[in-house]
C-alpha cells in the first residue's frame, strides 16, 4: 500500500509543483509552517510527532530501529491504551489502526485497511490476546465502547454497538475506577465532542467514535488514571476518499 | 395377440417402474452429495453443517455442537468445541495458567484449535458468532476461559474478513514455505540455538486446500534470542500468516528451552485472532524486526517488524 499511494502521489506532487501559487496553497503552507509540532519521544519505540496543519493533524511515526521508519500514513493510528490504575491491565488497547507494510500489531498481522481491533491480557498472567474486528470502510462512522460490566472486574467491548464475543471479559480482582467525566479533545480544538455517557454504571465508561469520512476523533479521558490517547489521521483519511491534495504532499516531505 | 400385448405392457409397465426408481435413486444421490458438498465452500445454509467432522478433522477425538449465543443478540449461535484431554488438560505436576507458562500456552494451544474449527464453520454458519472450548465434560479450568472463548464475528449474518488468498497455495507449497523459513531460520541463528524444530500438519477444511500448521522449537536459551524474536516468528510465518493475506488457516510457533522459558503466538486467520503467551523472564524489545532474509515464495504475508503484546508505554 506504501508504494502504490506514493505511486499515486508522485505526479501530484509535480503538478503542485508546476502550478501557479494561488493564495490558498501559501496560506496552507504558511499554517503548516507555523503549525506546532509536537514530539513525543519513545526510546524503544521511536518518536511520534504531531503536527497540526490545516486539516488536522498529521502524524508522523519514526522507529529507531533501522528499516523502520514509516510514511505518515503507515502508522498506527490508534494504538491506544486504556489502562486500568492496576498494576495487572485488563484491556491494554483498542482502537482503529492501520499498518499496510509498516509494522504489524503483534499477531494481529498487518493489514491493508484501517481496522478495529482491542488487545487484552488476561489479568496476572502472561497472555495476550489480539482481534480484528471489522475493517472500516471509507465513509462509515466506527463506534468502539469499551466499558466496565457491573460485574466486578469484567470488561467489554462493543463495535457499532454489537458484542464482540466473549474473548474480552476478563477477570479482574481489583475495583473498578470510579466514573470519571473529563473529556479531552485530539484534534485541533474541541469542535467535536462527544457526549458523556454512564449506561454501564457504575463501571467506567470509555467511547470514541472515527469518522473516516472526516477524520474526526473523539476520545474521553474516563478517570485520572484511565487515558486514551490519540493522534488524529485527518489526511491520511482524505487519502482514501479524495485525491492527495497538494497540501498533503506537502507534509510528507522532511 | 392378447398374450403378447398383456407381455409388452408388462414390460413396459417394469421399464417405467425401473426408471422411476433410476430417478428416485438419482435424486436421493444427489441430495446426499449436495449434504456433503456443503461441507465447501458456498454450501446451502439449509443443510446442516456438520460441525462436529469439522472438529474432528482439526483435532482426532474433538466434537462440536451449536449451541445458543452467550450474548442477547437474536439468532446467535455458538459453537461449543470439545477437546480430548491431552488437548486441552494440562499434564500433572504443571503449574498454574497465572505463573506456568507452558500451561498458558497449552490453554493457548486449545483454544487456537477451537477458533480453526470454528473459523471454518462460520464460513458455513452465517449465524455463528462465537466459540467455546472446554473438555469432554464440558468444563473449564479456572482463568482458562481467556484463551477458550473467542468470537469469530460480531453479529449475526455479519460478514467474515476477506481472505483472498485462503485456499489458493496448495498444501505442499504451504508446507514447503514452511520447511524453508524453518531452514533459514536455522541458518540465521547462532550456531547451535535452535535443538530440535517438529511441524504438525493440520487439516483444518479438508474440502478446500485449508491447512493450518503447528511448530514446535527447541533452543538452548531463549533468553538469548530475544532480540531474534523477529526471525523467530514473523520470519518463520513468512508467506503464510498472519493478516489478511495469509495463505494458511492457522499457525502457531510455540518455542521452549532448556530451562522450561518458553513464548508461542498462535494466530487463527479466519477469526482474525491471535494470543501470544511469553514467559515473563524475558522481556521483548518495543519492535520485534526479522534479521534474516526469509524468501516468500507463494505470495502471503511478508516478514515484517512486529509491535509486541503488550501496553505503549
Known amino acids: 500500500m506504501t508504494r502504490s499511494r506514493q505511486r499515486t502521489s508522485a505526479p501530484a506532487s509535480r503538478r503542485f509543483l508546476r502550478r501557479p501559487i494561488r493564495s490558498s496553497a501559501l496560506l496552507a503552507v504558511a499554517i503548516w509552517l507555523a503549525g506546532a509540532t509536537l514530539a513525543r519521544s519513545d526510546p524503544d519505540f521511536g518518536t511520534l510527532g504531531l503536527d497540526q496543519t490545516r486539516f488536522g493533524s498529521v502524524v508522523s511515526l519514526v522507529t529507531p530501529a533501522a528499516g523502520l521508519a514509516q510514511p505518515a500514513d503507515e502508522f498506527v493510528v490508534q494504538r491506544d491504551v486504556l489502562q486500568s490504575e492496576n498494576t495487572d491491565p485488563g484491556l491494554i488497547q483498542a482502537g482503529v489502526y492501520r499498518s499496510g507494510s509498516g509494522i504489524s500489531l503483534d499477531n494481529c498481522g498487518p493489514h491493508a485497511a484501517y481496522v478495529v481491533f482491542a488487545e487484552v491480557k488476561a489479568a496476572n498472567s502472561m497472555a495476550y490476546r489480539c482481534q480484528l ?73 470509555a467511547r470514541w467514535s472515527v469518522y473516516t469520512t472526516t477524520g474526526r476523533q473523539h476520545v474521553r479521558r474516563v478517570t485520572g488514571s484511565d487515558s486514551i490517547s490519540a493522534y488524529p489521521m485527518v489526511d491520511h483519511l482524505w487519502k482514501i476518499t479524495r485525491p492527495p491534495s497538494p497540501v498533503t504532499i506537502k507534509h510528507r516531505q522532511p | 395377440m392378447r398374450r403378447l400385448r398383456r407381455i409388452l405392457i408388462t414390460a413396459a409397465g417394469v421399464v417405467l417402474l425401473v426408471a422411476g426408481l433410476s430417478a428416485v435413486l438419482a435424486a436421493g444421490l444427489f441430495v446426499v452429495a449436495g449434504g456433503l458438498g456443503s461441507g465447501g465452500r458456498g454450501g446451502s445454509a439449509k443443510a446442516p453443517v456438520n460441525v462436529a467432522g469439522i472438529a474432528a478433522a482439526v483435532t482426532p477425538g474433538a466434537s462440536a455442537v451449536l449451541i445458543a449465543g452467550r450474548e442477547p443478540v437474536a439468532g446467535a449461535q455458538r459453537l461449543q468445541v470439545t477437546l480430548p484431554a491431552p488437548a486441552i488438560t494440562p499434564p500433572p505436576g504443571s503449574g498454574p495458567l497465572q505463573t506456568d507458562p507452558r500451561t498458558a500456552s497449552l490453554y493457548a494451544g486449545a483454544g487456537w484449535r477451537a ?37 469469530v464475528r460480531s453479529t449475526p449474518g455479519a460478514a467474515l474478513a476477506v481472505r483472498p488468498m485462503l485456499d489458493t497455495v496448495s498444501p505442499a507449497s504451504e508446507r514447503k514455505q514452511l520447511d524453508d523459513n524453518i531452514a533459514a531460520l536455522r541458518k540465521g541463528l547462532p550456531a547451535g540455538s535452535v535443538l530440535r524444530v517438529s511441524v504438525r500438519q493440520i487439516t483444518v477444511d479438508p474440502s478446500a486446500h485449508g491447512m493450518a500448521y503447528s511448530v514446535a522449537l527447541r533452543v ?94
Not at chain 1, 175 to 189: D, K, L, V, W
Open chain 1, 133 to 205: 474486528y471489522n475493517d472500516v470502510s471509507p465513509g462509515a462512522v466506527v463506534t468502539l465502547d469499551i466499558f466496565r460490566f457491573t460485574t466486578p472486574g469484567t470488561w467489554g467491548i462493543r463495535v457499532n454497538g454489537a458484542p464482540t464475543g466473549s474473548a474480552y471479559r476478563l477477570g479482574f480482582t481489583k475495583a473498578a475506577p470510579a466514573i470519571g467525566t473529563e473529556i479531552q479533545s485530539a484534534g485541533p480544538g474541541n469542535q467535536y465532542l462527544t457526549e458523556t455517557s454512564t449506561r454501564y454504571e457504575p463501571a467506567g465508561h
Open chain 2, 115 to 151: 477458533a480453526l474449527i470454528a473459523g471454518v464453520a462460520a464460513t458455513k454458519i452465517p449465524r455463528l458468532t462465537q466459540y467455546v472450548a472446554t473438555d469432554k465434560a464440558g468444563g473449564q479450568a479456572a482463568g482458562a476461559s481467556f484463551y477458550l472463548d473467542g468470537s
Open chain 2, 220 to 313: 538452548t536459551d531463549l533468553r538469548r534470542l530475544r532480540f531474534r524474536f523477529g526471525d523467530v516468528f514473523a520470519g518463520l510465518a513468512t508467506g503464510l500468516a498472519p493478516g489478511p493475506d495469509s495463505t494458511v488457516e492457522g499457525l502457531a510457533i510455540h518455542v521452549e528451552d532448556a530451562a522450561g522459558r518458553s513464548a508461542g503466538s498462535w494466530i487463527a486467520t479466519r477469526s482474525a485472532e491471535g494470543t501470544t503467551v511469553v514467559d515473563p523472564r524475558i522481556h521483548l524489545p518495543r519492535v520485534m524486526v526479522p534479521h534474516i532474509h526469509f524468501v516468500n515464495e507463494t505470495g502471503g504475508p511478508q516478514a515484517i517488524p512486529s509491535a509486541p503484546a503488550g501496553p505503549v508505554k
